[in-house]
């Protein structure tokens, strides 16, 4: 079956530093990739996504590059913010149909 | 605000009771999905609608769930004889066509006593 895996956190950063958050897959088939994003009281967003490998999600200072090879999508942004804390949700679908997700990763940015 | 919208926000109520959650998706979205969050996990698909016709049911959904959809607008969501293991946050997508993305409600938060 498809799955997602990324990082456990919570992840604590120092703002203005860098940030990974890894992201790898296993799928049946061809997936699109996504990065949801929840903010503290708020609904699901989308972030970023790709579509086929190589491609590569960005917004808001946030990337993700679809790697085909490693079966990954990590999100990187080069200098974080104290309003970039929210929970990062990795998913995936096949046919763009129903997304399956990972179990999120909690980012608390401290001035 | 057209985006899409949930009702109740909250609801608490006690074992064994019905509830019914609704969903308002994005005018024209055709697709509308319903998942299931439990606290520190990700979304877990429950069943999906193109216009008025269920087309997928998770196992996750057991008899005591059922979807409807009618006239491919507004879904319900009513779970029977709630349990315990209910409480969770439902949530509701929607998209245009199969290739967009999808679009996610506040969620409707569960407590069953």
């Known amino acids: 079956g498809n799955s997602v895996t990324q990082m456990e956190g919570p992840v604590t950063l120092s703002e203005e530093a860098f940030l990974t958050i890894n992201c790898t897959y296993t799928?049946?088939?061809?997936?699109?990739l996504f990065w949801y994003v929840q903010y503290p009281g708020e609904g699901l967003q989308l972030l970023l996504k790709?579509?086929?490998?190589?491609d590569k999600g960005s917004n808001k200072g946030f990337e993700a590059t679809y790697r085909k090879e490693t079966t990954s999508f990590h999100l990187e942004k080069g200098s974080v913010q104290v309003s970039d804390s929210a929970v990062y949700f990795c998913?995936?679908?096949?046919?763009?149909?129903?997304?399956?997700f990972g179990t999120g990763t909690r980012l608390t940015i401290i001035p | 605000d057209t985006g899409v919208s949930q009702n109740p926000r909250h609801k608490i109520t006690k074992r064994g009771q019905n509830v019914t959650f609704r969903c308002d998706p994005i005018?024209?979205?055709?697709?509308l999905y319903w998942y299931r969050q439990t606290l520190g996990q990700g979304p877990e698909f429950l069943t999906y609608?193109?216009?008025?016709?269920?087309?997928?049911k998770s196992r996750l959904l057991s008899d005591r769930f059922s979807a409807e959809r009618p006239k491919g607008s507004f879904s319900t969501l009513e779970i029977q004889r709630t349990e315990q293991g209910d409480s969770a946050m439902y949530l509701c997508?929607?998209?245009?066509?199969?290739?967009?993305?999808?679009?996610f409600g506040p969620g409707t938060r569960l407590l069953v006593l």
């Open positions: 005018s024209e979205h055709n697709r």
């Open positions: 790709a579509t086929k490998a190589d």
């Open positions: 998913a995936l679908s096949i046919g763009n149909e129903k997304l399956t």
């Open positions: 997508a929607s998209s245009k066509t199969v290739q967009e993305t999808q679009y």
């Open positions: 609608f193109q216009n008025e016709a269920q087309l997928e």
């Open positions: 799928a049946t088939g061809y997936p699109s």
